[in-house]
C-alpha cells in the first residue's frame, strides 16, 4: 500500500501531463490561421496536419492498452514525455507542411500515452474512489484548453508569434517529466489483469454500438473544437475566448458530474447532451457578436459529459472489457476525428471558394464559409439524439433480462 503523499505525487504527476496535453489541443486549434499563412496552407493541408494529433492519440491507446499489464505506468508516461519534448521542438523547428505533419503525430503519440498511461493508473492507485478521482482527473482535459486558449489569445494580442506559444507548453511538459523521476510507482499482480479474457468480451454487440456512439461524440466536441479559429475567426467574437468559455464549463460540470449521473443516470445524461450540443452548434451557426457566447454555453453544456460518460457506459454496462475497452473506446473516438479533420477542412475550402463566386467580401466571406461548416457539422449531434434513444431502449432491456436471470 502506498502512502496518501505519495499517491497524491501520482495523481498530480497525472493532472500536470493531462493539462500538457489538452494545451496542445487549445494551442494548436489556435494558430491554425498562422501556419496557413507563414506556409501558404490550405484548409485541406491543415486538416491533415490537425488529424496526425489524431492518429497518434489512438494508435498510443490501443498500443498503452494492449501492453499496460506487461510494462506498467511509468514507462508508459515515460513514453509520452518523450515523444511530448521531441514534438514540441520539432514543431518549433519545423519548415513546412512535412515538419508539421511529423511533429504533429509526435503530440498526438504522447497525448495518447498520457490516457493509456493516466487513466488506469489512477484506477488502481484509488481502488475505494475511483470514478471521484477519474472524474477529477479528466477536469484537467478541458482545464488545460482553457489554460492553452487564454495563452494563445494573450500571446497573439502581444505579437508573439506561433514558436512562442508552441514553445510554452513545454515548461510543463519538463515540470511532470522531472516528476516521473521523483515519483515512486505502485507494483500490482499481473494475473489480476488479464489483457486476454479483455480482449475476448470486446465483441459484445453493446461495447460495439458504443464504440460508434464514440466515434460520433468525440467528432461533435473535438472537431468543433479544434477548427474554432478558423470558423468563427470573422463572427465578431474572439474564437480563443469563445474555446476558453466553453472549456471551462466543461471543467466545472466535470468536477460535479457525480449528482447529475446519478440523477439521470448515463443514458439520460448523453441524450441530454446530444440535445445540448445540437442546440449550440446550430445556434452558432446563425448568431454573430455576442450571441456566439450564448451558443457556446449550449455548446459547452452539451458537450461536458460526453467523453467521460461514454467511458462510464463502458465501464458499467460492459464490465468485462477492463482497461483495454476503456482505452480502445478511446483511441476509436480520437481516430474518428483524424479522419473527419481533412473533410472538415474541405469542407471550409469549399465553402470559401462559394463565397469567392457570391462576390462577399473579405469578412462576409469567412463568416459564410464559418456557417457552412457549423451547419454540417450539426449532423453530429442530431444522428446521436437518435443513437442515444436506442442506447437507452438496449440498456434498459438489458437491465431487465438481468433482473429475470438472477429471479429464476
Not at 518523450?82 to 513546412?96: M, P
Not at 466543461?250 to 439521470?264: Q, S
Not at 434498459?396 to 438481468?402: C, G
Amino acid at each position: 500500500m502506498m502512502s496518501d503523499n505519495n499517491n497524491q505525487k501520482i495523481f498530480n504527476l497525472c493532472c500536470i501531463a493531462l493539462t500538457v496535453t489538452s494545451m496542445t489541443f487549445a494551442i494548436r486549434a489556435g494558430i491554425l490561421g498562422q501556419l496557413g499563412n507563414e506556409f501558404g496552407l490550405g484548409g485541406t493541408e491543415l486538416g491533415w496536419i490537425n488529424a496526425m494529433a489524431f492518429l497518434g492519440f489512438p494508435l498510443a491507446t490501443m498500443v498503452g492498452g494492449v501492453i499496460y499489464n506487461a510494462i506498467g505506468a511509468r514507462k508508459l508516461i515515460a513514453l509520452a514525455f518523450i515523444c511530448h519534448l521531441l514534438g514540441l521542438v520539432l514543431t518549433i523547428t519545423a519548415g513546412g507542411f512535412w515538419g508539421l505533419l511529423i511533429s504533429t503525430f509526435l503530440i498526438g503519440f504522447a497525448n495518447g500515452a498520457v490516457e493509456a498511461g493516466c487513466n488506469p493508473l489512477i484506477a488502481e492507485t484509488y481502488p475505494d474512489r475511483k470514478t471521484t478521482m477519474l472524474n477529477r482527473f479528466h477536469v484537467w482535459f478541458p482545464g488545460g484548453i482553457v489554460i492553452g486558449a487564454l495563452l494563445s489569445n494573450l500571446m497573439t494580442g502581444y505579437g508573439l508569434n506561433w514558436q512562442w506559444q508552441v514553445g510554452i507548453i513545454v515548461i510543463p511538459t519538463l515540470w511532470y517529466g522531472v516528476m516521473m523521476l521523483k515519483t515512486v510507482f505502485p507494483t500490482y499482480d499481473d494475473k489480476l489483469h488479464s489483457t486476454t479474457d479483455n480482449l475476448r468480451n470486446l465483441f459484445n454487440p453493446l461495447y460495439l454500438f458504443l464504440v460508434i456512439c464514440m466515434t460520433l461524440t468525440a467528432t461533435t466536441e473535438l472537431g468543433t473544437q479544434q477548427w474554432i479559429e478558423k470558423i468563427l475567426g470573422a463572427s465578431g467574437a474572439s474564437p480563443m475566448l469563445v474555446l476558453a468559455l466553453i472549456t471551462g464549463l466543461m471543467a466545472v460540470g466535470r468536477y460535479f458530474a457525480g449528482p447529475i449521473i446519478k440523477t439521470f443516470n448515463p443514458t439520460g445524461v448523453l441524450i441530454g447532451s446530444a440535445l445540448f450540443a445540437s442546440a449550440g452548434i446550430y445556434m452558432m451557426s446563425i448568431a454573430s457578436g455576442n450571441l456566439i457566447y450564448v451558443a457556446a454555453i449550449l455548446f459547452a453544456i452539451g458537450c461536458t459529459y460526453f467523453w467521460p460518460t461514454m467511458l462510464g457506459c463502458v465501464a458499467e454496462y460492459t464490465p468485462k472489457t477492463g482497461a483495454l475497452g476503456m482505452s480502445l473506446i478511446g483511441g476509436v473516438g480520437m481516430f474518428a476525428v483524424s479522419m473527419w479533420n481533412p473533410v472538415i477542412g474541405g469542407w471550409i475550402d469549399t465553402a470559401s471558394e462559394q463565397a469567392q463566386q457570391m462576390n462577399l467580401s473579405d469578412v462576409e466571406a469567412n463568416i459564410f464559409a464559418g456557417q457552412t461548416v457549423l451547419q454540417n457539422l450539426l449532423m453530429f449531434p442530431l444522428i446521436l439524439i437518435v443513437a442515444f434513444v436506442i442506447l437507452y431502449v438496449l440498456v434498459k432491456k438489458q437491465t431487465a433480462n438481468a433482473q429475470v436471470a438472477s429471479s429464476n
